[in-house]
């Protein structure tokens, strides 16, 4: 193939595609930004009039509820990501119970809700609160990160779990920090998964890696518009001079635009690329192939830490009966003897756990659990490690090769009624395990409750917000978006070294010899 010919071939790849592609880029990096800042946007919410209909609460959908909890003999508090409502008539009606929590629906997303010694706590994505009758919910200052995985009850002490540490409180005032033990053939490593999220983010590096990220969404736009603007210019120029009008300075800032376009292009191609490739394997179908890999920790980024539960725990329970402790983390089950003190057992057998997160853990009775994620809800018995389907009560078989990590039955919650109980579609919402009906959803929780500006960023992100648009195949947005720009980096980076830098370079030399 001719240089000339290759050339032309490269042209169109970079044009193209990236006129396509230019919109959608915008988007990646304005999503993104707001992404790596939640605690700064988490006031900010969105209504969900404004948002496509498969966003609208129906039949308490979209994690709605996680759990609720009984506080006496008539009065129970549901919660979940509408914050926490009050009942006293088996979940008839509700009171709003979010006073206290600061502005904004993601500052009322409820991960545990527990009563301790008469008084109430409550576990968020934002930290750890409890209840103050006077002045509603006070957050509760534990001295590690605020991110609250769940809550639970051991005796007479306080469970608080966090995404690193098991934190333990005799009177929900003081708290011990425990760093859990190292597992049973621990290996120093992490997932796949995990190091492309924290490189996407820029969170390999703590804050300064991702004000680097924010910096590269800022290039993004920049790229984006420069390069629309070029496209557009010969045609605004053509225009002109049909018309007889002036077009000396519009040439100069098609010049002036194509050169920072192509300085900052070439400047920031690989780190975009790197970007780019690590964001395109953290959605379905790519997602799958990296879901359960595991790699070497790369020494001095945020994923460099001597905990060896550095952000895998999720939830908690103490089995009294047995006397240990059960933990559902990014890596499994575990048992835990009750000091603490020992390597951490891992359940030999157990219910698959989407890679999203375990959503119920339940005791049936002391031996039997039911395990909930968007993979499925399952029944294990936590001695034999027999698992069996939920509603099949078939025997769990795990499939070979890889998996997708969603299944049939997405549980998101499960709450026990005093004549029944019900669980949580994420999709379908609530589903009752008896014939007695689960009341609507009443209206005034649905507008009290909008999406907060960080979650509609990611749904915007990873473009499940184009699902009413292109159905099943929205799957395939962050993939193919990836593989475009990928395409546009490549060949904007081959055309500026084949012909802007050699043009640059020559202009140069005529200068030098004029001279």
């Not at 969900?48 to 979209?62: H, I, K, Q, S």
């Not at 089995?319 to 003190?341: C, D, P, R, V, W």
């Amino acid at each position: 193939m001719s240089k000339n010919r290759l050339l032309k071939i490269s042209k169109t790849l970079h044009k193209w595609p990236a006129i396509i592609i230019a919109f959608i880029a915008i988007l990646f990096a304005f999503s993104g930004i707001v992404m790596n800042h939640r605690g700064v946007f988490s006031g900010v919410d969105v209504s969900r009039n404004l948002l496509p209909a498969n966003y609208r609460y129906e039949n308490w959908n979209l994690a709605a509820v996680r759990g609720a909890t009984a506080i006496d003999s008539t009065t129970s508090l549901m919660y979940g990501n509408i914050g926490i409502w009050k009942t006293t008539d088996d979940f008839k009606t509700f009171e709003d119970f979010n006073q206290g929590f600061p502005r904004g629906i993601d500052n009322r997303k409820i991960y545990s809700v527990v009563q301790f010694k008469n008084k109430l706590f409550a576990g968020t994505q934002l930290g750890l609160y409890k209840l103050d009758p006077g002045n509603g919910w006070q957050k509760v200052e534990i001295k590690t990160e605020d991110r609250i995985a769940d809550l639970g009850l051991k005796g007479d002490t306080l469970l608080v779990l966090t995404r690193n540490y098991l934190l333990k409180s005799a009177d929900g005032n003081a708290f011990e920090i425990v760093q859990l033990p190292q597992p049973v053939g621990y290996v120093r490593e992490t997932g796949l998964f995990d190091t492309f999220w924290q490189l996407h983010s820029g969170e390999l590096w703590g804050l300064p890696g991702k004000l680097i990220v924010d910096l590269l969404g800022i290039v993004t736009i920049f790229l984006s518009v420069t390069g629309l603007l070029h496209f557009f210019f010969p045609k605004i120029i053509s225009r002109r001079k049909k018309k007889m009008q002036t077009t000396k300075g519009l040439i100069s800032v098609k010049k002036t635009n194509l050169h920072w376009h192509n300085v900052v292009g070439y400047v920031f191609v690989a780190f975009l690329i790197i970007n780019t490739f690590s964001g395109m394997h953290l959605r379905p179908p790519l997602l799958i192939g990296i879901a359960n890999k595991k790699v070497g920790i790369i020494p001095g980024t945020h994923l460099d830490n001597p905990n060896p539960w550095f952000d895998k725990l999720r939830r908690v329970h103490w089995n009294e009966a047995l006397k240990h402790y059960i933990f559902s983390t990014s890596e499994g089950f575990y048992f835990a003897e009750e000091t603490l003190t020992n390597t951490l057992q891992p359940a030999l057998s157990q219910p698959p756990v989407s890679v999203m997160g375990c959503n119920v853990l339940h005791p049936v009775n002391d031996k039997i659990y039911m395990v909930g994620s968007f993979s499925g809800m399952f029944l294990w018995d936590i001695e034999n490690g027999a698992v069996a389907d939920f509603f099949s009560r078939e025997q769990y078989i795990a499939p070979s090769g890889l998996q997708s990590p969603i299944g049939a039955n997405m549980a998101a919650g499960f709450i026990e009624l005093k004549n029944g109980a019900v669980w949580f579609d994420y999709n379908a919402g609530a589903k009752t395990l008896t014939s007695q009906n689960f009341p609507e959803m009443p209206e005034g929780i649905i507008e009290a409750s909008p999406m907060s500006l960080w979650n509609t960023a990611l749904e915007i992100h990873t473009g499940r917000i184009f699902e009413n648009i292109l159905g099943p195949f929205y799957i395939l947005y962050v993939p193919l978006a990836g593989i475009c720009l990928l395409l546009v980096f490549v060949s904007g980076f081959w055309l500026w070294w084949k012909m802007y830098r050699k043009k640059k370079s020559k202009n140069s030399q005529d200068l030098s010899v004029d001279k």
